[in-house]
């Protein structure tokens, strides 16, 4: 396999996906404290955090870090658009905002699936990291929402009815527990269990791709790069073994973690406090 490769994410974007793992990871853990609390799985958790009380307070600091990351990454977003060509930059091919060509994607892929035709050519976003990447970004504002309710039920119910909050609980734990679902089962087998991807899709960590993967996957991103002359300037060095070290580490220590509380809150799910 060629040691080529084209720079996929900047050291930016590998900075906002490390500090929301480490967030998600620690929000799952310190709501699934407060949640299975009852059950003796939940006592052990619990006590990986210094008990109930702190606990609760890791997820109320947690959860400002992450809207403060959320916040940031909004402005990180209108900076990048190009206000000159709005349609081409919120449409384009580097966007990530879905359009009709994905839903075309989508439909080449079922027809595929079944033997009925080429698979789709893929630009540099396919249409499930799209769906992946608008999953998590609609999921963070109702968590925080629904969080800031709950944290606040004074004042929250000096301006809403008292029922807001039970809707706010529902809301909350639902989308905490959809999240955790999708990340931990669907998310991590499409990144990391494809026959590309396997042992470890090492994209964001390292930053690019092997070209032969981009080739593969996405002809139409290395097309359209040499078409319009930025080919040579989008290749990227090998990251160096002891980083591949790090990362391989790091990330399979967070797959880890997330089966582990997955496994566990269904099998203690009998335990969980639903009021």
Known sequence: MSTRRIKRFSKLDQGFHVALMLTFLIQSATGFCRLFITSPWGETLTGLFGGYETSYVIHRVV????IGGFLLHLVY???KVNWNNLKQSILGPDSLVPNLEDARHLW???LWFFGLGP????DRWAYWEK???WAVFW?????AITGLMLMYPVRTSAVL???SLNVAVLLHRAEAILAISY??????FIGHLRPFSFPMNEAMFAGSINIEEAMEEKPRWVERLKTEGRLDAAMAAQPVPWYRVVYFVFGYAALAFGIYLLINAIAYSPYARLH
């Open 119 to 122: 698979p789709p050519r893929l």
């Open 161 to 163: 009815p008292g029922w």
């Open 77 to 79: 977003l209108l900076s």
């Open 139 to 143: 999921g963070l504002p109702l968590l």
């Open 131 to 133: 769906f992946d990447y």
């Open 108 to 110: 080449q892929r079922l």
């Open 63 to 66: 959860g400002f870090i992450m």
């Open 183 to 188: 990340i931990f089962i669907v998310h991590f």
